[in-house]
């Protein structure tokens, strides 16, 4: 295994959209894709069976709190991360940098690490370039992430600060990297500048990672600054390595951001959603505790192939959810992680047809937002 | 479909204990046999897909919950149970007499019927033998239960009282009763006075229903007195009939009934103690919190063939556990579920094959209590 066994194949590209393929060890990534959450080495509810049926290429889980419980070392002698959640597909793992900012009571910057207090149990720890490298080493995903540092995206001074030490940290963490049989992937940062985007998309790219990751975007910006910001660095960023834009998104997001050259996303929102009774479906969200839905003999969509709608009524899931019954959790993840999964594919094929515009159009505007 | 069609085989004998196949109008349910209970027309935690997997030939509704929430009528209006919650194998619901008798805060019992307040939103209802059949006949299971008093077990006077209204009722459910494609099974009571139980057996015997249930039991009283009164009961009840223990049980309970001649359980323990974190093996129960999994690759049970032992360790279940994840919860109610279904078809083969009295023999030595 090397480093070069992560090879992008660009396949059809129409417009700035792009359809590929991302050879990995354990299997191959067909872009444009989304993954789904499994924060703690589980996406919530789901047995890998589950992942399987929906057919899911790439799941990711999170550094930051598998790190704290039940430890990477732990993992490690486990057998790593596929043994352990018994999930035989690619892997992503993020570098533990966004949950230290977002989840973390109190974190202090330098520019050699943070140092973070854990959401667990209150004790502290310290997170370096070096130091997420050996974590995500231990956990052993396919696609792991240089650690970097996503800070408010409004702050033109600090975001450059925060920029260049991400730089930084990228070249710390290809430094450090022992094993070549995962890719690990750069990050841009730039907050909402595009001064600051550029420069950095440059940068990254120059360090020539298998893969390049977007970070600090859906974070509080406005969708046309995001979408700004996405056609920037995606000028930059170079055509033979996949680009993945991290924590997004919703169905409008998937389409418009691989109208602007995203091939990677992944978010918790379809399981977020389930565990707040709401379905995700190409004409919008239902609210599966509605009153009207109480005698529905349908499907969620009547269009849908996946599990739940192969065998359950909306009637039927509100009386779960009424019930305060575990199952309904479960059906709705199917069906949004479905949803998220299904119109990727629909997308991929639309680009490789070369009608991917039209695709979008009408997807956007049967969308009741 | 007439009641004919509910006949019983009695394929094998040994000693008391009897292997047969019950056919139903959703499939035959080969004996002795144990039923994964659906307070609220789901298996807590698992989709209907999981089982099939796990080969349950017999799930078990409750009249109670459902007629409160969602409503009988809604569901006879959405095509029945089967259909709401998509389940084609056979279905049984009780009575609702002993949610009535155990969840309502308060009941007031006369000889026409009981009123009682709903647990949910504290509403009065009334349930009579006849509305108790109008609304099992709504949700359409397989096999349905006469409306009986289940009473507090050593009050002799009461006790008889009860038994003989337990009685009246019975047969007013048979009168009641219009569906032909539902076998109504008559209920025993009688508490742990063998003289009360012998009239109560002879009496339901000489009512002729397809089945014969044994209630009042597992409510209290010693095992000695439950082995008691069961073998006073089955020497009565007809040998062509399936008998049916109410609310029972662990694996220790399952050999040690089988023994004296029962053929049909039901318990909400396999999935009660998945969500408390206990796995139910041949060898006794394990807490899978307990620090010692922490590093345990094992599975849950080295000889267990379900799901969660081919696929996840100790060490991922205590992880779901410790991270309070949902999955541990269905993990184990697999796991639960097929331990009691594998020994009850583990039983079928050693009475079968005239070798019961060794299998309980070794079964019960190697169950650590």
Redesign the interface.
Known sequence: MTKNDFSFDLLAKDGSARAGLFHTPHGDIPTPIFAPVGT???V??????HLKELDAKLILANTY?LYL??GDD?IA???GLHD???WDGPILTDSGGFQVFSLSDMREVDEDGVTFKSHVDGSMHRFTPERSIEIQENLGADIIMAFDECAEPYDHNYIEQAMHRTHHWAERCMQAQTRQDQALFGIVQGGVFPDLREISAAHIASLDFPGNAIGGLSVGETKEEMHAMLEIVNDILPEDKPRYLMGVGTPQDLVQCIQRGVDMFDCVLPTRLARHNAAMTDNGRMNMMNAQY??D?RPISDTCTC?TCQ???R??I???I??R???S???LSIHNIHTLLNLVRNIREAIIHGQFDQFAQNYLSNLDL
């Not at 919530?44 to 069976?49: I, P």
């Open positions: 703690q080495a589980t919530k509810s789901l047995t890998q069976q709190h419980r039940p732990l002698e486990l057998g352990f959640m018994s109480a005698k003999e599990y065998n359950y009524s009637a039927y509100r009386h779960l009424q019930s019954e575990m199952l959790g479960t059906l």
